[in-house]
């Protein structure tokens, strides 16, 4: 059995389109719920549950179910030690209080487990508190290759608070991003629609001004590369899934380094090959988060000496 901590950015759904959302088969959820296998909070769970931040969701591992003879893919399954993950995890903190621990999230790992995702801060943290009877809830996510400042709460009342805080735009985030191009004007609002594109396994956010969700990125531009690229300071109002890249793609200004959203116009050669989006900020949120927190500028920002 795998435990899993519902972050506020599922808060809302119910259980059945959490479990989807997470890749988990139409047919295997079914048998979860019909033989009722999954718990929410110690309480067995329907597919009409409705989940909120903090939650802790007790489900078969998929690697269970294929000892039985079912031959879905794995999923939640962390191949990382103990000493590692700790070693990992105190090496990334940045602030720590008696109720949050915010950590500088490197590129490249996932803030959650998903399929053929084998490490992930979520993982990391139950590993942590399997070995230390500690409790963790991620309140927040940010992309795989997006790093910075990931704020986790250590006890289920200010993970729920600060659940609150984010879906009600109440914390101030801000994020540093190196863009294809000159961009003009040098400050703005990229006020467009986002919907969701589901291709088979494949999920896109799209443009979609006719059935989109409201979305507002608000910008500052840093500096310009000559016209090559330019570093900008970034402000999202709404919280969409990819807002902030697909909304730098959609003014012709892609994030350096995204290929899913801008294609071959997103890599500039000898800039390097990741992707240059980095949570610099989380603001002040009074009594909960005491001080502005920031992470510190990664080094694949430093494009003028390439």
Known sequence: MKTITVTSFDSGLTLQKWLKKNDVPFA???KFFRKK???????KATKDTVLQTGDEI???EIKEERQLGNEHKEKYVYEITKQDAERHFHSRIIYEDENIIAIDKEQGIATQGGNKVKVSIDGILQKIAKHSGKQ???VHRLDKDTSGVLLIAKN???????????????IEKTYLAIVVGKV?????SIDVKIGKVVNGDIEKMVIDEADG??????YKVLEHFGKTASLVEIYPQTGRKHQIRVHFAAIEHPILGDGKYGGTKAFIEGLGKTMHLHSYRVGK?????PKTIEAPIPERFNVENR
Do not use: H
């Open 37 to 43: 296998l999954i718990k929410v909070n110690k309480v």
């Open 58 to 60: 007790l489900m078969p």
């Open 184 to 188: 003009l004007p040098m400050e703005g």
């Open 28 to 30: 295997l959820a079914n």
């Open 136 to 138: 963790y809830f991620i």
């Open 285 to 289: 949120c009074e009594k909960i988060i």
């Open 156 to 170: 289920r009342q200010t993970a729920q608070k600060l659940g609150v805080k984010f879906k009600n735009r109440k």
């Open 213 to 218: 969700k409201k979305a507002i990125t608000d």
